[in-house]
């Protein structure tokens, strides 16, 4: 988005881009699974704006053009036949452990993955790949930030492309 953009303007920029750039051109899209993140408050104190309503906004302006949006403040829960995907921002439950937060958000007796992201990097604590823990049932990953930090992120040394991740169950295996 263009420097300087705010209030309704950039709302509407960013459904418009990302249903031209990137939601539009995938064929078999069933569902938008969304968390809102600290990025999305409306508000300069982000006390001010607890549920982020700039992303709330965002979502529901894709709903308005047709997609099939889930969308949760905090954290969002998909649930496939083996897997369950716990969807966070990242910002909320930093201190909480991967099995805590199966315990809290997952389902038990299938593999609880986490996906995060939050700091604008491609930081993980294992192997030099995304997966950050790894244990019996539960694997939590960073993933890349649709959009990348600003001038901000890069001072605190939080750097990386953008991207996106896309994980398919396949004969009960998930891929990545």
């Given amino acids: ?52 309503g700039a992303g709330k906004l965002i979502m529901q ?32 439950f930093k201190s909480a452990s991967p099995e805590s937060m199966a315990l809290r958000f997952g389902k038990q007796g299938k593999m609880n993955v986490i996906l995060g992201g939050h700091l604008h990097s491609r930081a993980q604590k294992t192997n030099n790949s995304f997966m950050d823990d790894d244990s019996a049932d539960v694997r939590k990953y960073t993933i890349a930030s649709v959009f990348t930090g600003n001038t901000y992120s890069s001072n605190l040394g939080f750097t990386s ?5 896309i994980f398919e169950e396949v004969e009960g295996q998930l891929s990545f």
Avoid: Q
Avoid at 9 to 31: M, P
Avoid at 161 to 165: E, L, V
């Fill in 61 to 92: 302006g894709l709903k308005w053009k047709g997609y099939n949006v889930l969308h949760n403040n905090h954290v969002n829960k998909v649930e496939t036949s083996n897997h369950c995907f716990i969807l966070n921002h990242g910002d909320h």
């Fill in 1 to 52: 988005m263009e420097n300087g953009l705010y209030g309704a303007e950039a709302i509407i920029t960013a459904v418009e881009t990302l249903h031209r750039a990137l939601l539009n051109n995938i064929d078999n899209l069933k569902h938008i699974y969304s968390v809102s993140g600290n990025h999305d408050c409306l508000s300069p104190n982000k006390n001010d704006d607890p549920d982020y």
């Fill in 161 to 165: 492309t953008s991207g996106f991740a």
